[in-house]
């Protein structure tokens, strides 16, 4: 068991730019989730999926935010047009989720975002 | 809808102090509480969580009470190390078991 990874852990791009981010879960793990963390605050919820399907996407997730998790494995999140709004760390994390699991959500080293 | 407050920081202690960092939460139904913790340049990390009244959830010496009449989880150590010294998130989880909120977060500095 690996833990949950990220992919890129850090992100430079300039206002306009479309980014994606990778999240591999821990294996067999059939929940994962997507947060966002700006400095000084505690992370809030964007989205989350039950295997590949997404099943709450967070008034905060405007149109230019995009996820995707095609087989139930490994998830993207992209965001198009970047605005400097964007600048956050963007974590995610998952859980096992199943009558008489914990659900504990375990969360990743997440992928520090920088628009410029 | 359901939202966590913490005491904000920075807490400065110094070495074998005590440690209490308040939280109180409003949610509907029977929410799970946790805290997590996160040591500088490293992520998120469960320390210790209550899923029903009255639960104390306890990990590395720290202990939090899961008061359902004060709608509190309290976070509390004996005696800090300069260890100890991170940021601590105060997070519930809603009944239907889906996603986390959290407190805006409380740093602790333990100084030797």
């Known amino acids: 068991d690996t833990g949950v990874s990220q992919n890129p852990r850090h992100k430079i791009t300039k206002r306009g730019q479309n980014v994606t981010f990778r999240c591999d879960p821990i294996s067999e793990h059939n929940r994962l989730y997507w947060y966002r963390q700006t400095l000084g605050q505690g992370p809030e919820f964007l989205t989350y999926f039950q295997n590949e399907a997404q099943l709450e996407k967070s008034r905060l997730l405007s149109d230019r935010f995009s996820a995707e998790r095609p087989k139930g494995s490994f998830s993207t999140l992209e965001i198009q047009r970047t605005e400097q709004g964007d600048s956050a760390m963007y974590l995610c994390a998952s859980s096992l989720s199943g009558q008489g699991r914990s659900e504990t959500q375990y969360f990743g080293p997440g992928t520090r975002l920088l628009v410029l | 809808g359901d939202s966590v407050t913490q005491m904000e920081g920075p807490v400065t202690l110094s070495e074998e102090a005590f440690l209490t960092i308040n939280c109180t939460y409003t949610?509907?139904?029977?929410?799970?509480l946790f805290w997590y913790v996160q040591y500088p340049g490293e992520g998120l990390q469960l320390l210790l969580k209550a899923t029903k009244a009255d639960d104390k959830g306890s990990n590395k010496g720290f202990e939090a009470t899961y008061r359902k009449e004060t709608t509190s989880f309290h976070l509390e150590k004996g005696s800090v190390q300069v260890s100890d010294s991170a940021v601590y998130f105060c997070a519930l989880r809603d009944a239907a078991g889906n996603k986390l909120t959290f407190g805006g977060g409380t740093r602790v500095l333990v100084k030797p």
């Open positions: 949610a509907t139904g029977y929410p799970s």
